[in-house]
């Protein structure tokens, strides 16, 4: 079992007689009780799953755990409310939301592949792995995952840090974007740097990765050293950039985030609490 308590899976381990528990999702929301922060957990005594789409996700805690997709359900848990997944970002535990990431990221995939995209046929859930299976043509469908990097830029005691049109210079973050057919990870923050502020970088490291369910991206970050140029805004996905010192900031985002915790580490690192980036 590891670190988090969650042990993926796509049947229950034998001998395993542990009560199970579900996410209700509907969408991108989790039902969530009012009486309880966050409370996304449902014991199967609170709740009638027949007649719904029911997926194992694994084991949390050893118990064995099920994402329902409720989209269509009419009636719902006394004292309960829907969420949005991303309001839960910092109400949840880094586990906690992991989890109910992948319950809405699954039933997302099991909504949009009932049936086959070659042909039209039905399809049905794969016994052996997670994909469900076109038995006319043989098609297998599995889970949608976009891989994106995120990089943050240094330059001695500075970073850059950017604003989307989207936050509109009320939060600032590193640099992402999606790798695309071909590309390395390296070759796209070349790429994406370029085409968003219009300057060079080398010397990348790679820092860490984060499962990011907006929809469905896998977020792989990393540092890297100014080399060249001077910043101007693509003025279409980036409308504000510039340097910052470490110790003058503006709104970033949350160290929940893996831009936050880019920041964080280059930050500690200034200040000699942390290795250097």
Excluded at 23 to 44: A, E, K, W, Y
Excluded at 64 to 90: F, G, I, S
Excluded at 169 to 188: D, N, R, V
Aim: aromatic fraction near 10%; charged fraction near 20%.
């Amino acid at each position: 079992m590891s670190d988090c308590h969650f042990e993926p899976c796509i049947r229950i381990p034998e001998h395993n007689s542990r009560q199970p528990l579900f996410l209700l999702v509907r969408g991108q929301q989790l039902l969530c009780r009012t009486n309880s922060d966050p409370g996304i957990l449902f014991d199967g005594d609170e709740v009638d799953t027949s007649g719904f789409p029911v997926h194992l996700l694994g084991l949390f805690h050893c118990c064995p755990c099920y994402v329902v997709d409720m989209t269509h359900a009419q009636v719902l848990p006394a004292r309960t409310e829907w969420r949005d997944l991303r309001a839960l970002l910092q109400n949840l535990s880094a586990d906690l939301f992991n989890l109910a990431g992948r319950a809405c990221q699954v039933a997302q995939w099991d909504l949009q592949h009932r049936y086959c995209g070659f042909c039209g046929s039905q399809t049905v859930v794969s016994a052996g792995d997670r994909s469900r299976r076109c038995n006319d043509c043989h098609a297998f469908f599995y889970p949608k995952i976009s891989p994106c990097v995120i990089v943050l830029i240094t330059w001695g005691d500075h970073c850059l840090l950017a604003s989307s049109a989207r936050n509109q210079g009320k939060l600032y973050s590193a640099l992402a974007g999606f790798i695309e057919p071909g590309e390395s990870a390296e070759q796209t923050i070349h790429r994406e740097v370029m085409e968003e502020v219009g300057i060079r970088v080398d010397n990348l490291r790679y820092f860490g990765s984060q499962p990011w369910p907006f929809p469905g991206q896998l977020m792989i970050g990393f540092h890297a050293d100014y080399h060249s140029g001077v910043i101007q805004v693509d003025g279409i996905e980036i409308t504000q950039a510039d340097w910052w010192r470490f110790d003058r900031l503006p709104p970033c985002p949350s160290s929940r985030t893996l831009s936050g915790q880019l920041i964080q580490h280059f930050v500690d690192s200034c200040l000699g609490i942390g290795p250097l980036p």
